[in-house]
């Protein structure tokens, strides 16, 4: 079955006749009919009713059904032939942890695709303890976390710090700036952010058990909405959240330190890291610095 004979039979289809049909193609009358010929000889079966003197061509019932297909075989060959000219964009793959991922990459990745770079972004949500293995295996390019580990094989370069505050609804009996000694143990949902902020916590509140202790901000979110709850978080999610009008962040005296964000990655670091390195720190109000280089840059 040749192309010909397909744009042959869709042009008297679309024209009604042989004739505009053939004009349609530029080619003669005879030509025309001869290819329609050759495609119902290959299909075993007639296409159109043939009457002497007949200006319009009409379709058999066969005909009526193989448009659809013939159709479907001019889209598919037209596509067929797009790919040589096709040149797959090349991929970069980028990670967050959780809180990370849900409520500044959004945006940080929006910046990034804003830029119409001649690549494609893979983007993922890993648990603190997939970032170094995804790194290591090159499953990624860079990721974004909070905590770092000692390692041979994977640099961790700091990229900003952000401050913590207190999370709690808005009928919540806090007001700000809350001192820690103020909010009732009994009453918080404890996240673990980092090393420096368990340490504060617990010469605040001691090592005993918590009401509610979470892994994921979501949780958070939600259990801290429908009571007297509160939490601390980092400041770029306490802004999402009380986006909902049933939550709202306060500032904090003795406040516990600064929660890092570091960018780890390992050689060679994809072209376009210092990019996203300088998206997030946009996005996060940071100004401007010059990229360190991972050879450099301690872990």
């Keep these: 079955m ?21 004009e349609q193609l530029y080619i003669t009358q005879p030509a025309l009919s001869h290819r329609i010929q050759s495609l119902e000889k290959e299909l075993g079966y007639q296409l159109f009713a043939r009457s002497k003197g007949q200006r319009r061509v009409e379709m058999t019932a066969n005909g009526r059904e193989f448009i659809l297909i013939a159709e479907k075989w001019s889209s598919l060959w037209a596509e067929s032939k797009k790919i ?4 797959p964009k090349p991929a970069f793959r980028v990670a ?23 690549v494609s972004l893979e983007l993922f949500s890993l648990h603190y ?15 974004f976390v909070s905590r770092t580990v000692p390692s041979n094989r994977v640099s961790s370069i700091p990229v900003l710090s952000e401050k913590m505050v207190l999370l709690c609804s808005e009928d919540s009996p806090y007001t700000g700036p809350v001192h820690p000694q103020d909010l009732p143990t009994d009453k918080c949902v404890y996240m673990l952010w980092n090393h420096e902020y368990a340490m504060w916590h617990e010469y605040w509140f001691g090592t005993g058990q918590y009401m509610v202790t979470a892994d994921n901000m979501r949780l958070v979110e939600q259990i801290i909405e429908s009571g007297d709850m509160w939490s601390i978080v980092p400041i770029s999610a306490a802004r999402a959240v009380v986006r909902t009008g049933k939550l709202r962040y306060l500032d904090l005296l003795a406040s516990p330190p600064d929660r890092p964000i570091f960018l780890l990655t390992t050689e060679p670091q994809h072209e376009y890291t210092p990019l996203i390195v300088e998206d997030l720190r946009s996005v996060m109000n940071v100004p401007p610095v010059a990229f360190r280089d991972p050879a450099t840059a301690g872990t």
């Design 2 to 22: 040749q192309l010909s004979e397909i744009e042959a039979f869709l042009a008297v289809v679309k024209s009604g006749s042989l004739s505009g049909a053939a």
């Design 84 to 87: 040589a000219t096709y040149s």
């Design 96 to 118: 967050a942890t959780q809180t990370l991922s849900n409520y500044v990459m959004p945006e940080v990745y929006a910046r990034f695709l804003g830029r119409r770079l001649p």
């Design 129 to 143: 303890r997939e970032c170094y293995t995804s790194i290591e295996d090159r499953s990624v390019d860079a990721v």
